[in-house]
């Protein structure tokens, strides 16, 4: 079965900070997508980065960045400068022939809270 | 381009009726996959519609079901409602099946309160 955890519930930080969402994964497809998308208040689910897991190069993608690892089967997500609109639930995803039904498989999410 | 469009965004319910959500995907897209969130559950997968038919399913009761039309448009039901099918129902759009590993769009969702 898949499994997608990210221990961090709630992280507060005040603007112009780094922060680091972490996300563990658990999976036996050899072949397997990785996402993270942002919830704000009005509720739809934003994507933010795919990655797959054959290719473990790490990106920065503006303000983004990702640390991809199958060694811990970790795929950390990082916000440079954060600002007050980076406030919003966080969520891990992963996608593969593993998941309940053949779904993506979420993350419990992480409430990040950006103070001015 | 327009995304997911999802109606209606809010409604209450009494327990024992039904309900039926709609949704839109992105135009082109022709798989639809609906979720529900609640703060208990978190995110979980309900299923998922390609080319009118249904490719995937979550473990949910027989009460939820849904169906997808030619031009790819969703609608998902849930019959004989209960105080806990409250929730945020998702809808997520994506070109080809979604266990291809493509990325799903999701729409603003439908907040179903059940009283």
């Known amino acids: 079965a898949q499994k997608v955890t990210q221990a961090q519930t709630e992280i507060s930080v005040v603007e112009k900070e780094d922060v680091t969402l972490d996300c563990v994964y658990e999976?036996?497809?050899?072949?397997?997508?990785l996402f993270w998308y942002k919830q704000p208040p009005s509720g739809e689910l934003v994507f933010l980065i795919r990655?797959?897991?054959?290719?473990?190069q790490n990106e920065i993608s503006g303000r983004y960045s990702w640390n991809f690892q199958k060694s811990t089967s970790s795929f950390n997500f990082t916000i440079t400068a954060s600002q007050v609109v980076d406030s919003a639930v966080y969520f891990c995803?992963?996608?593969?022939?593993?998941?309940?039904?053949?779904?993506?498989?979420f993350g419990p999410g992480t409430r990040l809270s950006v103070l001015p | 381009k327009a995304g997911v469009t999802q109606t209606p965004r809010y409604l209450i319910k009494t327990r024992g009726q039904q309900v039926t959500l709609s949704c839109s995907p992105i135009?082109?897209?022709?798989?639809v996959s609906w979720y529900q969130q609640t703060p208990g559950q978190g995110l979980q997968f309900l299923f998922e519609?390609?080319?009118?038919?249904?490719?995937n399913k979550g473990n949910f009761p027989g009460r939820f079901s849904g169906r997808q039309f030619s031009n790819s448009r969703s609608e998902m039901n849930v019959s004989t409602l209960e105080l806990g099918d409250s929730a945020l129902y998702l809808c997520?759009?994506?070109?080809?099946?979604?266990?291809?590993?493509?990325?799903?769009?999701f729409g603003e969702g439908s907040w179903l309160t059940v009283v």
């Open positions: 519609y390609f080319s009118e038919t249904q490719r």
């Open positions: 999976t036996r497809d050899t072949t397997y997508y």
């Open positions: 995803a992963l996608s593969g022939s593993g998941g309940v039904g053949g779904g993506f498989v």
């Open positions: 135009s082109g897209h022709r798989s």
């Open positions: 997520a759009s994506t070109l080809a099946p979604s266990s291809r590993g493509n990325t799903i769009y």
């Open positions: 990655r797959n897991s054959f290719d473990e």
